[in-house]
């Protein structure tokens, strides 16, 4: 029965070390290049990032072209510009499923992660921006009985 606690300070003494906090390591492929796929509703973007001149390249497109509207191109620039990093990498990625704004919610989302492997120290930043978390909603099902999703159809008592 030696083994019971007798004061505080012996119970103190028991207590663990905390655990570290996980250490991320940089994850490129042999030709300098990280890689991320990034989801968003029913579109996926795998994208590539390296250093380079600023140049993004969608579906072997410039931005520019396949992302007419300017709010979209704001929205693929969000996670260079929140990590101070505008102008110095090349990105090229290719999308594929849903809308465009879908596919360019999943580009920020790929581009995002791929920042992240090649910089580890950026995580934090983009995880603050909220730029890493996966953005899960998708369009509900149509029900049977309903006319869409939750409209009903029009009420009538005869």
Known sequence: MSDTMQSLDQLSALKTAAPEAPKYVKKVDK????????????????VWIKPGAGKVTVNAREVEVYFARPV?????????????????????????????????????HGLSKALTYFEPDLRGVLKKGGFLTRDSRVVERKKYGRAKARKSFQFSKR
Do not use: E, N
């Open 31 to 46: 030709f300098g290049r990280a890689y991320a796929t990034g989801k968003r509703k029913d579109a996926v973007a795998r």
């Open 72 to 108: 979209l191109r704001m929205m693929i620039q969000q996670p260079l510009v929140a990590a101070a990093r505008t102008g110095q990498y090349d990105v090229v990625c290719t999308v594929a499923g849903g809308g465009l704004s879908g596919q360019a919610g999943a580009v920020r």
